[in-house]
C-alpha cells in the first residue's frame, strides 16, 4: 500500500476553516484519495474521496494537487463535533484489495 | 439513515474463554470486514468477507479467529481462545457493491477486555 503522510496534531478555531494536508508522493495513477475520520470513542466515518478533480460533498472537500503527490481536505467551517483524527488513505482501485490501511492520521482540536 | 449496529458495546472474558462479536451490516450491503484497535493504536485490518467467503485476512487473523455470516443479517467474529493481547476494540464495516465498494461503513464498535 502507499504510504501517506500526515501531520500528527493539528488546532483550529470554532466556525474557522481548516485545512488538512496529506502527503502521498509514491501514488500510482490507480489509486483514489480516502479520507476517513475516527470521532472519540466512535468507529471510522467516511468522509470524502477523489481520484484527480476536487471533489465536494455536504461534510467537506478534498482538493488534490495536479501532479496528484499531495491533497488537502477543507472543512469549511469547523465545528466542535469536528474534533477528531482524521486519515488519509490511498486505496488502488484495481489492486483488488478490500481492506483499508490506517495510519496515525491527524488529530484535529476545535477550540470553541 | 442504516447504520452498522455491534453487539455487545463491551465484552469482559477470562484469558481461554471463546467471544462471539456480533455485528447486522447495512441490509443491501454485500462485503463485510472486521478491524480493530488496540488502545491508543492505529485501526487494523483483519479480514474481509464477501459471498460467504473469506476475500482476503490479515497476519493477525489467525487460526484463532473465524467469521461467519449464520443469517442474513448478521455477520459474527469469533475469537476461540482469547489472549490478553486480543484486548482491543473491534469494528465492523460493510460496504455497497453498486458503490464500487469505494466507501466502508463501519459500526460503533465492541470494546473487548482480556483477563
Known amino acids: 500500500d502507499a504510504k501517506t503522510t500526515q501531520p500528527n496534531s493539528m488546532e483550529s478555531n470554532e466556525e474557522e476553516p481548516v485545512h488538512l494536508p496529506c502527503n502521498h508522493s509514491?501514488?500510482?495513477?490507480?489509486?483514489?484519495i480516502h479520507w476517513y475520520r475516527q470521532l472519540p470513542s466512535q468507529g471510522p466515518e467516511y468522509v470524502i474521496h477523489?481520484?484527480?478533480s476536487n471533489v465536494n460533498n455536504r461534510m467537506a472537500s478534498l482538493a488534490i494537487a495536479e501532479d496528484r503527490k499531495s491533497s488537502t481536505l477543507i472543512l469549511h467551517r469547523a465545528t466542535l463535533r469536528d474534533a477528531a483524527v482524521y486519515y488519509c488513505?490511498?486505496?488502488?482501485?484495481?489492486?483488488?484489495?478490500?481492506?483499508?490501511?490506517f495510519g496515525k492520521g491527524t488529530k484535529l482540536t476545535v477550540n470553541p | 439513515e442504516p447504520e452498522v449496529t455491534q453487539t455487545p458495546s463491551h465484552q469482559v472474558t477470562q484469558m481461554g474463554q471463546e467471544v462471539i462479536l456480533r455485528c447486522v451490516p447495512i441490509s443491501n450491503h454485500l462485503y463485510f470486514y472486521w478491524y480493530r484497535q488496540i488502545l491508543g493504536q492505529k485501526v487494523e485490518f483483519l479480514v474481509s468477507?464477501?459471498?460467504?467467503?473469506?476475500?482476503?485476512k490479515s497476519e493477525i487473523f489467525d487460526d484463532q479467529f473465524s467469521v461467519e455470516r449464520p443469517d442474513g443479517s448478521n455477520f459474527t467474529l469469533k475469537i476461540r481462545s482469547t489472549k490478553l493481547e486480543d484486548s482491543a476494540m473491534y469494528f465492523c464495516?460493510?460496504?455497497?457493491?453498486?458503490?464500487?465498494?469505494?466507501?466502508?461503513?463501519f459500526g460503533p464498535g465492541t470494546r473487548l477486555l482480556v483477563l
Open positions: 464495516a460493510s460496504s455497497d457493491p453498486s458503490g464500487g465498494r469505494e466507501t466502508q461503513y
Open positions: 477523489g481520484l484527480t
Open positions: 488513505i490511498l486505496r488502488d482501485r484495481q489492486g483488488g484489495s478490500e481492506k483499508l490501511v
Open positions: 468477507f464477501y459471498n460467504n467467503e473469506i476475500s482476503e
Open positions: 509514491t501514488i500510482s495513477g490507480t489509486d483514489y
